[in-house]
């Protein structure tokens, strides 16, 4: 059942993206709303790598330690989760900052290098985060 729940989330999640991509929206929130998406695909598909290694398997491990991919695939997990929660508080400036001056906002064009670096940097950070659970 927690495979199928995923596989559904997944589809989901990818459904969102083309939806935010064939939108009006201004195109920093569709950039933002576009890599937040993609941060959830990752994140369900390392949800369901690690039930189906589970399954595989025939156990649920209590740590890490027994599978080096499991610990991969929960390195990967946590990093998405750290890169779309980073994402949503970006979303939410993006929204503040329209609502407060809304002809303002809707009259710049995308601000593509401030937001494009701030992603990268937001997808270092997870990277880092992964790379210090490992301890490498």
Not at 79 to 100: D, N, T, V, Y
Request: glycine share 6%; aromatic share 12%.
């Amino acid at each position: 059942l927690g495979i199928l729940l995923h596989i559904v989330f997944l589809l989901v999640a990818i459904f969102f993206i083309v939806v935010v991509n064939s939108t009006q929206l201004h195109r920093n929130c569709k950039f933002l709303l576009t890599i937040w998406g993609i941060g959830y695909v990752v994140q369900f598909g390392a949800h369901f790598v690690m039930l189906a290694t589970s399954v595989y398997s025939g156990t649920l491990p209590l740590t890490k330690k027994d599978s080096q991919l499991r610990s991969y695939v929960i390195d990967v997990s946590t990093s998405s989760q750290c890169f779309s929660e980073a994402l949503e508080i970006m979303i939410a400036s993006e929204r503040i900052l329209s609502a407060a001056q809304p002809a303002k906002y809707y009259k710049m064009g995308r601000s593509g290098g401030r937001r494009t670096a701030l992603a990268i940097l937001v997808f270092a950070a997870a990277a880092i985060q992964a790379w210090f659970t490992e301890g490498k």
